[in-house]
């Protein structure tokens, strides 16, 4: 033993009798701080730890490796130490993940450079979001002076021989035991109830981290047997993530469990708590009185709405916590579902910890550092009119931290997915822009945009190719890319990442003036292009074409979280942006009956004919289409004959509007353009079969006819 040991393990005891965790930076070049760890991890190591860095360098045979990108695979277990190498990259989110699977008396080492050297430190996880060519980071700046002015972290400063003064811990009076907190007891009352109780209600509980949410569904679901319920249902994204409920619930029954299995416990009367994955139970459909869906913002949304439909109760957990950026997302989005089609739903939450003590200063700290509970502004905007909002150009880098607290909040509030990764992004890219707009002061509304393309024209040619791909430059590069046209890679855009409007103040003209003015800020420092990405829906849809863009692209695949398409939309600055955008638009008039065939057959029809509706029709009927049309209208013609022209009058000005005035907009789509044949529209609800199917497009087509004569 070295004299500058420190006995860590009987401080990790001493935390854990607190119910606490502390963050331990260690600074100072990277061989001086490893060789410091060495001589102070004993062997055997007192708990069960990770090393983030390479294997080779790890500081203790006992600490398993692991790469920060495979930070998800740890969620859900415990952990007593966390060794981040710092110098091998601090992906924010891999870092929050870990950080919260640190059980009581849990420590965390961090190895960085000296925190005065943060702000220009070239972390190596910078070139995969395009960071590296960036010269100062404001992200790490302000972590840096986050951490200096915590008082619950412990600096060590390496090269160091002297024994490091841990703080002085008074011993509770009780010691800290994970035991269900009264949050968590008034949670498994409300959910026996739910069990119990009348149809169609369901409940939606979040939390954050380690609160016993899962336990207490466990919990629950044992209460539900033991009170006569004969089979409740759970699932979640995985198996693993229902490990926690099952073993709760085993230990509830004890004593009346005449089977026991990982995904089954069944009890001596033959009732059952069942695991079944997601598509396993929207296939086979059992019957249960109860279905309890864990970690519920991981399962897409048209999921979790056909689970919601599919049983008599259904509670739906969550966590959000906002590194993996779902959580917060999940609540909001599916509230939306819920209202409509269950609008006798409950909110529960959990917000006391069970994992560690409510002094622990570990969570708040990490929780500062990457804004995990950021949530938007309350303020509203004037009601009915623009007065009163001011828009202005604003920068996340120089903002009062309350103030990027709100802000950042804007963000994840209103986006399924946004990270601390995002929050890095905002900060440090040096392509980015940001407006916000204000009422009295406080934000309302943030949009957040990153110029793009400016690629010289060998490089550009080559994206196009399909042969180079660059960090950064999504847009760009995308209609470069799918439209094999180097001219979107070569002009220079402005993306608009993410635009947000407080709830509150939504519909009174914001979002389009912030967008006003990245437009003409854009068009005054000479960009060819304004252009977005996002996850399309209707509403969106007409939100951008309200502020002037118009569909360019329409991904072939929805994104697996949400289940939406990716929907791109520009407008050109100046006449080769025009140029570009035209082009792009063309190509998609002639792909899209094609594109729609093959891989839009799950797009809704709303979204679908929105997209139609905002490209120039190009249909045009010759007197012989007439002449069949007339015919099948009238019923001298068959369907099958006529389908071709049934497709091309889909696609003449105003024809798709007013199919939907007739509300045979469902139809007509799965029919005429998806071209499904009569016995999937029949399975499907869309009609009874082919003849009253039939007879129902007839009757559109005679309405179009008397409506449109020029058809
Ligand atoms: C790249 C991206 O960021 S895409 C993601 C956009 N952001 C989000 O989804 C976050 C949640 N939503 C929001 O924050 C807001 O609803 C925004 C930013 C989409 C729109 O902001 P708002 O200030 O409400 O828009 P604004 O009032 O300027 O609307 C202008 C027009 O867009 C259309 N529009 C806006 N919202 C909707 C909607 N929900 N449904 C239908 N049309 C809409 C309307 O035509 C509206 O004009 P109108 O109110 O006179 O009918
Ligand atoms: N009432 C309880 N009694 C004993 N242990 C509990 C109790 N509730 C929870 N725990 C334990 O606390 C830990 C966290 O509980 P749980 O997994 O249910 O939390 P969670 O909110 O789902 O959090 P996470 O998302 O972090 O997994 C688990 O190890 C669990 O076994």
Sequence with gaps: MTTDTTDWSAFAQRLARRGERRLVLVEGPRPEALAWLRRQLPTPLWGAGLWTGPANDRPHPALMPVAPARARDWLGRELDLLVWDGWHGNPPDALAALA???????LLFWLMPPLAQWPTFDDPD??????????????????????????????????????????????????????????????????????????????????????????????????LLRRGRSRILVTGPSPDSIATLMRH????????????????????????????????????????????????AAIPPDRLRALLLGWPRVAFCSTVHGYEGSGRGF???????????????????????????????LEPLIDRLFLLSASGSEATGPAGSEGGVTVEPWSPAGAPEAELAEAFGLLVDAHYRTTPADLRQWLDDPAAQTWCARVQGRIVGLLWAAREGGLPAPLAEAVAQG??????????????????????ARG?????????????????????????????WSARAGLAVLGTSFGATPELLRFWQSCGLAVVRIGVQREATSGEYPLQMATGLNAPGQSLVATLRQRLVRHWPDLLLRHWQAMAPELLVSVLEDLPADGQLEPLDQRDLQGFA???????????????????????????????????????????????????????????GEARLRSVVRALLAQAPEL
């Design 467 to 488: 042969r180079r791909r660059l960090r950064g430059h999504l847009l760009a590069q995308s209609l470069a890319c799918h439209g094999g046209l180097a001219e979107a």
């Design 126 to 223: 910078y070139a995969r979001t395009g960071l590296d060519g960036a010269d100062r980071h404001p992200f790490a700046a302000r972590m840096a002076a986050l951490l200096r002015a915590s008082d619950s972290l412990i600096r060590v400063v390496c090269p160091t021989r002297v024994p490091l003064a841990l703080p002085v811990l008074a011993e509770p009076e009780t010691p800290f035991r994970v035991a269900a907190t009264e949050d968590q007891a008034r949670l498994v009352t409300a959910l026996v109830r739910f069990g119990l109780g009348r149809r169609r209600r369901p409940v939606v509980v979040t939390a954050d981290r380690g609160r016993g949410k899962s336990a207490a569904l466990g919990l629950a679901a044992a209460q």
């Design 249 to 296: 619930a085993e230990t509830a029954l004890t004593g009346d469990l005449a089977e026991v299995g990982p995904d089954r416990l069944v009890t001596a009367a033959g009732a059952e708590i069942r695991y079944q994955p997601v598509p396993e139970l929207l296939a086979l459909r059992p019957p249960a009185e109860v279905l309890l869906v864990d970690e519920a």
């Design 492 to 520: 220079r855009m402005l993306r608009v990442v993410r635009i947000a409007v407080a709830a509150g103040a939504r519909r009174q003209g914001i979002g389009q003036r912030l967008v006003r003015a990245a437009r003409d």
């Design 331 to 361: 609540a909001i989005r599916f509230r939306a579902t819920l209202e409509t089609e269950t609008p006798h739903w409950q909110a529960l939450s959990l917000s006391q910890p069970v994992r560690w003590a409510g002094s622990d200063p």
């Design 100 to 106: 919260g699977t640190l059980r009581a008396g849990g």
């Design 634 to 692: 009238h019923g001298h013609r068959g369907y099958d004959l006529c389908w071709p022209v049934l497709r091309a009058l889909s696609r003449c000005p105003g024809v798709l509007a007013r199919v939907r005035d007739q509300g045979e907009l469902p139809l007509w789509v799965a029919a005429v353009l998806r071209g499904r044949d009569w016995q999937a529209l029949r399975q499907d609800g869309l009609c009874l079969g082919q003849r009253q």
